[in-house]
């Protein structure tokens, strides 16, 4: 079961406004774009946020004892948030309904314990499926769609969005091992 949520107007400006200093920040960093799309970075960056959010959202009216916090910084940790103050998550953000979910082969070095896959663009999004870092990682990365290297998971192997969603943070940590 997918959970689809739209963002309110306070929401949709906080996306804005931090992947906008997320994009400048990289600019300064002078980092490497590693991005699949041909959409301006800037614009990847605030839906790429927008995903973060509306993941934290979407816990908040169907887990609330995750307590998923918003990482405000320009250029934040490894993850994007917490589950419990403890389980790390990735929210990789991709603006086609079908898209599978792809995560650079860099992240092994520095894996999150969960990667979670997010679709749709300003202000609707919709969290499709998530995997256990150490599934994820046993896997073959693969240059397709990109000459990139990306660890490259199809919707359909993804774990549901309900059986996380349902789990007490204990039974998020058994079912991560």
Not at 96 to 117: E, F, G, M, R
Request: proline content about 5%.
């Amino acid at each position: 079961m997918n959970y689809q949520i739209t963002l309110d107007g306070k929401d949709v400006t906080l996306a804005t406004e931090v992947g906008t200093r997320r994009n400048e920040s990289n600019i300064r960093w002078q980092s490497k774009n590693l991005k699949v799309s041909k959409r301006p970075d800037q614009e990847i960056h605030i839906d790429g946020f927008a995903g973060e959010v509306s993941f934290v959202r979407i816990t908040e009216h169907v887990a609330k004892d995750f307590g998923c916090e918003i990482d405000l910084e320009d250029t934040h940790s490894i993850e994007d948030t917490l589950i419990d103050n403890d389980v790390t998550v990735d929210v990789k953000t991709f603006q086609w309904d079908h898209s599978n979910l792809l995560v650079p082969a860099h992240k092994k070095d520095k894996a999150c314990q969960i990667y979670v896959l997010m679709t749709g663009s300003l202000p609707t999004f919709t969290f499709r499926g998530w995997i256990p870092g150490t599934e994820l990682f046993a896997t073959e990365p693969v240059r397709k769609p990109t000459k990139i290297l990306n660890y490259n998971i199809p919707q359909d192997q993804l774990r549901d969005p309900q059986e996380l969603l349902n789990s007490s943070p204990a039974e998020v940590r058994f079912l991560i091992e």
